[in-house]
């Protein structure tokens, strides 16, 4: 089946729409606050109640679950998350299930975590509890993609990716495309996802910061957070 991908970047926030065959596919769905951008978007595409068949949520961070509860009731679509961060979501505890110790890279996501909290809360982020547990290897196609998820912790332990058969890879946090800029909540994690992705079949990588990016030219540069 193939599918179209349309990035929609929500104030620095993308979430892509992916339209397959059987309808929509939502991957992130931004701050609460973008809510109408977000929406404007999705219609201009033409998904619209009935056909929006499943939201996808790459981690449990506001800027990316932000939407969810919202589009869940207008839409009618099941929401699928990881379970190691559904506690996020059903909290509004963006320290749900990360390390409780505080080292370098922790203290920057408290520090992240309480401003986007901050922020979310200022547009009211609607607590819910997610549809569908997923895991490395689920698969998309009943919902008209041809795409399995891989479970990818390191931001969050809950981190999925969604990668297609033809090697289109929407890596949530994971990598993001702005220089100098990861955020790893466990190293450990983050090095293992690595390289779990430089061993799977992956052309254009879709982040949730920043424009697609080639994981090959990636795994290349010398910056990057290993
Ligand atoms: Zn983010």
Request: one cysteine or more; aromatic letters at 10%.
């Given at each position: 089946?193939?599918?179209?991908?349309?990035?929609?970047?929500?104030?620095?926030?993308?979430?892509?729409?992916?339209?397959?065959?059987?309808?929509?596919?939502?991957?992130?769905?931004?701050?609460?606050?973008?809510?109408?951008?977000?929406?404007?978007?999705?219609?201009?595409?033409?998904?619209?109640?009935?056909?929006?068949?499943?939201?996808?949520?790459?981690?449990?961070?506001?800027?990316?679950?932000?939407?969810?509860?919202?589009?869940?009731?207008?839409?009618?679509?099941?929401?699928?998350?990881?379970?190691?961060?559904?506690?996020?979501?059903?909290?509004?505890?963006?320290?749900?299930?990360?390390?409780?110790?505080?080292?370098?890279?922790?203290?920057?996501?408290?520090i992240m975590?309480a401003l986007i909290?901050f922020?979310?809360?200022?547009?009211?982020?609607?607590?819910?509890?997610?549809?569908?547990?997923?895991?490395?290897?689920?698969?998309?196609?009943?919902?008209?993609?041809?795409?399995?998820?891989?479970?990818?912790?390191?931001?969050?332990?809950?981190?999925?990716?969604?990668?297609?058969?033809?090697?289109?890879?929407?890596?949530?946090?994971?990598?993001?495309?702005?220089?100098?800029?990861?955020?790893?909540?466990?190293?450990?994690?983050?090095?293992?996802?690595?390289?779990?992705?430089?061993?799977?079949?992956?052309?254009?990588?879709?982040?949730?910061?920043?424009?697609?990016?080639?994981?090959?030219?990636?795994?290349?540069?010398?910056?990057?957070?290993?």
């Amino acid at each position: 089946m193939p599918h179209e991908i349309k990035p929609v970047n929500l104030g620095g926030v993308n979430c892509y729409l992916v339209k397959t065959g059987a309808g929509f596919i939502l991957i992130d769905t931004g701050f609460p606050s973008k809510r109408a951008a977000l929406e404007r978007e999705m219609e201009k595409e033409g998904c619209q109640p009935g056909n929006l068949k499943l939201i996808v949520l790459t981690h449990g961070d506001a800027d990316h679950a932000g939407n969810g509860a919202y589009l869940r009731e207008k839409y009618g679509a099941q929401i699928a998350m990881h379970p190691d961060d559904w506690g996020m979501v059903e909290r509004g505890d963006m320290g749900w299930n990360r390390k409780a110790k505080p080292d370098k890279m922790s203290i920057v996501f408290k520090i992240m975590g309480a401003l986007i909290m901050f922020f979310s809360k200022a547009s009211q982020f609607d607590l819910f509890k997610p549809d569908l547990a997923v895991d490395e290897g689920f698969d998309l196609s009943e919902y008209g993609a041809d795409a399995k998820v891989v479970h990818i912790p390191g931001h969050s332990k809950g981190s999925i990716g969604v990668l297609t058969t033809g090697g289109d890879l929407f890596c949530g946090d994971l990598l993001y495309n702005m220089p100098g800029f990861f955020v790893a909540d466990d190293a450990a994690d983050y090095n293992a996802s690595l390289k779990k992705l430089s061993s799977l079949k992956i052309n254009t990588v879709y982040p949730g910061h920043g424009k697609p990016f080639s994981l090959e030219a990636f795994m290349k540069k010398k910056n990057r957070y290993l």
